[in-house]
């Protein structure tokens, strides 16, 4: 089933993924320094990109009004 | 069918009576009205017809399927009194019913009174029919349930997975309900953009309301993340809309996941199993969200994490790495002192053989010139010999090498001397 993604969720979506990779071949025992602090570097911004994503924020609440509705239905 | 007309003063007045005045009726002699069948079935039509759409409960009997393009059954009164009405209904309506109804079945009924002109009887025309009581709603609530599953509706693999990251989110409830409120109070603050469409959530607009509000999202908001349908607790009466085939096909249809969280913990509804995910309560669906946006958040920590300490063991074992070498080094370097020591040791030793060679060296020329020195002619001359040389400045060994007549020089100890040759002797 296709889905239209929203591209802010499937970036963040796409940045953990990344970011889970990373941690992973940083893991890995074949890692010199140079490469690892480049996936370091790389794993920071992306935290810091999540970080925005997800940090604790006032909720935004709207309501729908009933006569943008029978506009928008009657596109 | 009017029922109400405009008369020419503005005033408004009964269309019976109207009708009644306009109608060409007979009189008998004593001044009575007196009617035709077809005048007074005429009059009893528009009478009941005044009435409208009325809602009537009763109990099912004698239901005949459908003859022709209609289907019959009687209504009795629920209370046992012996009451019955006669009704009937189209047969393409009557097939959305057919499935749960039955003899004995409470319903209640929604349709028009009508007599029929060529059999004179009253007859309900039905226009739907739900049911009515616990017991119907329950026999109903399980008939859609296995006509649907048997459809595949509720099959897991045909629903969506909600993504991991829900943000923005449709909001399908009453916008003056304990539901809302829950929902709001319970999501807690992680800036989730919340679009409210505010829909009835019992009663007969319900069930269009909400399955306009889903088709809505879906076109005109296809971005949202998840669908949220809720609703606070009630009776059975109160939640029957969510047992809805229309809403059931509407939650299948969308798009975009949707979260229901209708009623109390108990309450199960086929808007339920449809849905991409149910939760028991309005609060609980609220309560899901939070926690599935802080676990994305522990997630990001673990991984934040993960970076610092992967990058932390490769920093360890790079400065193991370079320990290790530079011990490596340092004994390289140990080594290389030793064999500068050893050279020293060599070069030490090399000098002594050397110096003692030089002594021995030394002592043979000594010796060589004390040889040499008893071998100076001039040793010779000291003893009183004298050396000859003749005018080429030769030695004169043999007196072939010298003429009579030619000056030799005679070289003695201390000087020398020319001397002429007068004879030679053999």
């Given at each position: 089933?296709?889905?239209?993604?929203?591209?802010?969720?499937?970036?963040?979506?796409?940045?953990?993924?990344?970011?889970?990779?990373?941690?992973?071949?940083?893991?890995?025992?074949?890692?010199?320094?140079?490469?690892?602090?480049?996936?370091?570097?790389?794993?920071?911004?992306?935290?810091?990109?999540?970080?925005?994503?997800?940090?604790?924020?006032?909720?935004?609440?709207?309501?729908?009004?009933?006569?943008?509705?029978?506009?928008?239905?009657?596109? | 069918?009017?029922?109400?007309?405009?008369?020419?003063?503005?005033?408004?007045?009964?269309?019976?009576?109207?009708?009644?005045?306009?109608?060409?009726?007979?009189?008998?002699?004593?001044?009575?009205?007196?009617?035709?069948?077809?005048?007074?079935?005429?009059?009893?039509?528009?009478?009941?017809?005044?009435?409208?759409?009325?809602?009537?409960?009763?109990?099912?009997?004698?239901?005949?399927?459908?003859?022709?393009?209609?289907?019959?059954?009687?209504?009795?009164?629920?209370?046992?009194?012996?009451?019955?009405?006669?009704?009937?209904?189209?047969?393409?309506?009557?097939?959305?019913?057919?499935?749960?109804?039955?003899?004995?079945?409470?319903?209640?009924?929604?349709?028009?009174?009508?007599?029929?002109?060529?059999?004179?009887?009253?007859?309900?025309?039905?226009?739907?029919?739900?049911?009515?009581?616990?017991?119907?709603?329950?026999?109903?609530?399980?008939?859609?349930?296995?006509?649907?599953?048997?459809?595949?509706?509720?099959?897991?693999?045909?629903?969506?997975?909600?993504?991991?990251?829900?943000?923005?989110?449709?909001?399908?409830?009453?916008?003056?309900?304990?539901?809302?409120?829950?929902?709001?109070?319970?999501?807690?603050?992680?800036?989730?953009?919340?679009?409210?469409?505010?829909?009835?959530?019992?009663?007969?607009?319900?069930?269009?309301?909400?399955?306009?509000?889903?088709?809505?999202?879906?076109?005109?908001?296809?971005?949202?993340?998840?669908?949220?349908?809720?609703?606070?607790?009630?009776?059975?009466?109160?939640?029957?809309?969510?047992n809805s085939e229309k809403i059931a096909d509407a939650i299948v249809s969308s798009r975009i996941p949707v979260i229901?969280?209708?009623?109390?913990?108990k309450d199960e509804s086929i808007a339920d199993y449809v849905a991409d995910k149910h939760l028991s309560t309005p609060?609980?669906?609220?309560?899901?969200?939070?926690?599935?946006?802080?676990?994305?958040?522990?997630?990001?920590?673990?991984?934040?994490?993960?970076l610092q300490e992967g990058m932390q063991d490769i920093i360890k074992e790079e400065r193991l790495l370079v320990n290790?070498?530079?011990?490596?080094?340092?004994?390289?370097?140990?080594?290389?002192?030793?064999?500068?020591?050893?050279?020293?040791?060599?070069?030490?030793?090399?000098?002594?053989?050397?110096?003692?060679?030089?002594?021995?060296?030394?002592?043979?020329?000594?010796?060589?010139?004390?040889?040499?020195?008893?071998?100076?002619?001039?040793?010779?001359?000291?003893?009183?010999?004298?050396?000859?040389?003749?005018?080429?400045?030769?030695?004169?060994?043999?007196?072939?090498?010298?003429?009579?007549?030619?000056?030799?020089?005679?070289?003695?100890?201390?000087?020398?001397?020319?001397?002429?040759?007068?004879?030679?002797?053999?």
């Open positions: 089933m296709t889905q239209i993604q929203n591209p802010k969720k499937q970036n963040l979506q796409q940045a953990l993924e990344r970011l889970e990779s990373l941690v992973k071949e940083l893991e890995a025992k074949d890692v010199d320094v140079e490469a690892g602090l480049a996936k370091f570097k790389e794993g920071v911004d992306l935290v810091k990109f999540c970080q925005g994503q997800l940090q604790e924020a006032e909720n935004e609440f709207r309501k729908l009004k009933t006569e943008l509705e029978e506009e928008d239905s009657m596109e | 069918m009017g029922i109400k007309t405009n008369t020419a003063n503005g005033g408004m007045q009964e269309s019976f009576f109207d009708r009644s005045e306009n109608l060409q009726l007979e009189n008998d002699g004593d001044g009575n009205v007196v009617y035709s069948v077809a005048q007074c079935v005429g009059q009893i039509n528009e009478a009941v017809g005044r009435l409208g759409v009325v809602r009537v409960r009763g109990e099912i009997s004698a239901l005949s399927q459908s003859r022709g393009a209609m289907a019959f059954f009687d209504l009795k009164d629920a209370s046992g009194k012996e009451y019955v009405l006669q009704c009937s209904i189209f047969g393409w309506s009557f097939s959305k019913y057919k499935h749960f109804l039955e003899d004995g079945l409470e319903v209640v009924v929604h349709g028009k009174l009508k007599v029929y002109e060529k059999r004179g009887s009253l007859s309900f025309i039905a226009d739907s029919i739900e049911p009515s009581g616990e017991g119907a709603w329950r026999k109903a609530f399980e008939e859609l349930k296995k006509r649907l599953g048997a459809k595949g509706y509720f099959d897991e693999s045909r629903k969506r997975q909600l993504p991991l990251y829900i943000q923005k989110i449709g909001l399908i409830t009453s916008e003056d309900g304990q539901a809302l409120h829950d929902f709001r109070q319970n999501l807690g603050n992680y800036g989730f953009s919340i679009l409210l469409y505010p829909v009835w959530v019992e009663g007969d607009k319900a069930e269009a309301s909400i399955v306009k509000a889903l088709q809505w999202f879906n076109k005109n908001k296809p971005d949202m993340d998840a669908l949220v349908l809720i609703r606070g607790g009630g009776g059975f009466e109160n939640l029957k809309v969510f229901t969280g209708i009623g109390h913990e609060t609980a669906v609220a309560a899901f969200l939070k926690a599935r946006r802080e676990d994305v958040m522990r997630g990001l920590d673990m991984l934040w994490e993960g290790t070498q530079a011990e490596r080094l340092h004994r390289g370097f140990g080594k290389v002192f030793e064999g500068f020591a050893n050279l020293k040791q060599r070069l030490v030793r090399a000098r002594y053989a050397y110096e003692k060679q030089v002594y021995v060296y030394l002592a043979s020329v000594e010796r060589a010139q004390s040889m040499l020195t008893s071998l100076n002619p001039e040793n010779v001359l000291q003893r009183g010999y004298s050396i000859a040389f003749n005018s080429r400045g030769e030695t004169v060994k043999s007196i072939e090498q010298i003429e009579v007549g030619e000056t030799a020089m005679v070289k003695v100890w201390k000087g020398k001397f020319s001397a002429l040759v007068e004879r030679k002797f053999k």
